[in-house]
């Protein structure tokens, strides 16, 4: 794991998977939407979740098929979670997928589009 960046805002360490096993790859078309949010709430974010490894990804008690295994998903804290997936779905009504929690957002790229709150 580095600090290296992979995207305007976010560095390879921060989508790591939490495991320590090293699966630190994120697929480029959700970092931008990442990056996206980013700008738009206009603080910085630190992701909860990104790549899981399947491992990991059944510990934490998340479905084989999670797009986060596939490299396709990130978590984001947000202060006003509703505010951001609101933008989101506006912004990209008949793509991706993306998910309201009660502190944060899930976004990815694999499925689409998909919404779930
Ligand atoms: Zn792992
Ligand atoms: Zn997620």
Known sequence: MTNEKISKHFTRSEIACKCGCGFDSMDAETLKIADE???FVGYPITPSSGARCLIHNRNIGSSDTSQHVKARAMDLPLK???LAYDWLCVKYPDRYG???Y???????TATGPARRW
Request: glycine residues 6%; aromatic residues 12%.
């Open 80 to 82: 006003n979670p509703k």
């Open 98 to 100: 993306f998910g309201l």
């Open 37 to 39: 949010v980013r700008d």
């Open 102 to 108: 009660k502190t944060f957002i899930h976004i990815d």
